[in-house]
């Protein structure tokens, strides 16, 4: 799908578990595991985040994961509440 740099440094797969429960809802499923994030919107629609380093920020990789069509809706509704959360702002 793409990717998501942000301005913040050593993000966990476990706090970006967190913000992303809090800003995607009830309706979406969010797990850390080894390393990585899947957020679950139904059995046939997820998407896979991992956490990469670049100097002074952390880049997150999204990218849909089951049928594909229907994955890359939850993909995106995942990189936009990525963009958009104020806690991967401070540094």
């Known amino acids: 799908m793409g990717q998501v740099r942000v ?14 429960s809090q800003r995607l809802g009830l309706e979406f499923e969010v797990a ?21 380093h670049a100097p002074g920020a952390t880049v997150f990789r999204v990218r849909g994961a089951g049928m594909p069509i229907v994955s890359l809706s939850t993909s995106r ?3 936009d509440a990525l963009r958009r959360s104020p806690e991967f702002r401070a540094v």
Do not use: F
Request: glycine share 8%; net charge positive; hydrophobic share 50%.
């Open 77 to 79: 509704v995942v990189a």
């Open 7 to 20: 301005p913040r440094k050593g993000v966990t797969p476990s706090e970006l578990a967190n913000v992303l």
């Open 32 to 52: 850390a595991d080894d390393g990585e994030v899947i957020v679950r919107r139904s059995l046939l629609s997820a998407a896979v985040v991992r956490i990469g």
